[in-house]
């Protein structure tokens, strides 16, 4: 059985990387993903697999199989970046300014193999497989509308699996971890109001901007004081507006970051210290705060049980010696989390790096390319896992 799937994935790989190409070609951004919804729609049609679209240019897809079990669910995210491509590729961005450049075509690709695969011995299967190519996971998230729209009901999902592309790692290996993989996302803003005043007489206003200095320091010991040292916690201030001249106290300062963390309990606690430090900072130099906190991602867990059978069913694919331990998790975020708040998942990195190819560029660079030869590689992981997951 293995051996049949692994040569049926291998023989997929020109048409993967076909598709894979064509999706690479027309990237488009987040809730804008129209030319690519029709494209996977069109593919499933030809595949005879069913589908619903979802949240405007998601689609949600089920090959249901021959005997009832459980339902595993695949999530490929399908939107691309504002970012100009730089790669010469043959293949590269037709749209100026749109590249995709973290992978998501190749996600698409891979899970549009997987289906394939799959489909082919679903008279076999017992359960279903539920694949989703979700929009936006870039900016504000197609995960939570997906969700809203009942993608994980009728039938019930009972555990999600995620791969993205990881340009480090060579084609050809997976890394993984139990645990947390991704953190939680709070995106903040903080607006300092004072009282504006000559440079000179500094003693007439309350000045925003000595205090956003003291705010952005005390922000510090978030992770420095109150947080253990062997916990992972982010606050970052990447934008800071004030004042319009060199002699003037402006009334107004404005300062954005996002704060980062692991645990569901980590998030609860650095918002309340968040809070407490703004406003007793401010309080204490004078001005007054509004802050405005922004739910966002949540965290991801790679649930053990699944994380095991995921590296056992990738280990049949790639060898035992291509999967990797990912030591640290990353404090990047993916929608994935809201999957994940509902049921088991794992999070996982598929290589798609090639020295010799020129695919060494991380994600997010206007150079970055993933290696079209790993697509029926990851494509037979998928399906593998699924085989697996339905089999236990
Ligand atoms: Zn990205
Ligand atoms: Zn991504």
Redesign the pocket.
């Known amino acids: 059985m293995t051996v049949d799937l692994k040569q049926q994935a291998l023989a997929l790989s020109p048409v993967l990387q076909e598709i894979f190409q064509a999706l690479h070609r027309c990237p488009e951004l987040g809730c804008q993903e129209r030319q690519t919804a029709a494209f996977i729609r069109s593919r499933l049609d030809e595949l005879g697999i069913e589908y619903i679209p979802m949240a405007d240019t998601g689609t949600a897809a089920i090959i249901r199989g021959g005997h009832p079990g459980r339902t595993i669910g695949f999530r490929a995210d399908i939107d691309a970046?504002p970012i100009n491509e730089e790669t010469n590729l043959p293949y590269a961005s037709q749209n100026p300014g749109v590249m995709h450049a973290?992978g998501h075509d190749f996600h698409t690709a891979s899970l549009l193999g997987a289906a394939e695969l799959l489909n082919q011995r679903k008279e076999t299967i017992h359960g279903n497989i539920k694949l989703f190519f979700q929009p936006d996971?870039?900016d504000r998230g197609g995960a939570a509308p997906m969700i809203a729209s009942g993608c994980m009901e009728n039938p019930k999902v009972d555990a999600m699996l995620c791969c993205h592309v990881e340009s480090l790692i060579p084609t050809g290996a997976l890394s993984v971890r139990t645990g947390p993989i991704c953190a939680a996302s709070n995106p903040f803003t903080v607006t300092l109001r004072g009282r504006g005043t000559h440079g000179a007489k500094p003693e007439l206003g309350t000045d925003v901007i000595v205090a956003a200095a003291q705010v952005i320091t005390a922000l510090q010991t978030i992770s420095s004081r109150r947080t253990c040292p062997t916990e992972a916690v982010v606050a970052t201030i990447g934008s800071i507006h004030a004042g319009t001249a060199g002699n003037v106290l402006p009334p107004e300062a404005r300062l954005k970051g996002i704060l980062r963390t692991m645990t569901a309990d980590a998030r609860e606690r650095v918002k309340e210290d968040f809070r407490s430090i703004v406003t007793g900072v401010a309080a204490a130099m004078g001005v007054e705060a509004d802050i405005d906190i922004v739910e966002s991602y949540p965290c991801c867990h790679n649930d053990p049980a699944l994380t095991e059978l995921l590296r056992r069913s990738a280990a049949k694919i790639l060898g035992p010696e291509n999967i990797w331990e990912l030591e640290a998790p990353s404090l990047g975020a993916d929608d994935f989390g809201y999957f994940n708040e509902l049921v088991p998942g794992c999070y996982y990195y598929i290589g798609v790096g090639s020295e010799t190819k020129g695919f060494t560029y991380p994600?997010?660079n206007p150079r970055f390319g993933a290696d079209p030869d790993a697509l029926w590689l990851s494509a037979a992981v998928e399906a593998q896992a699924a085989l697996d997951f339905l089999e236990g």
């Open positions: 970046l973290c996971e870039e994600n997010h």
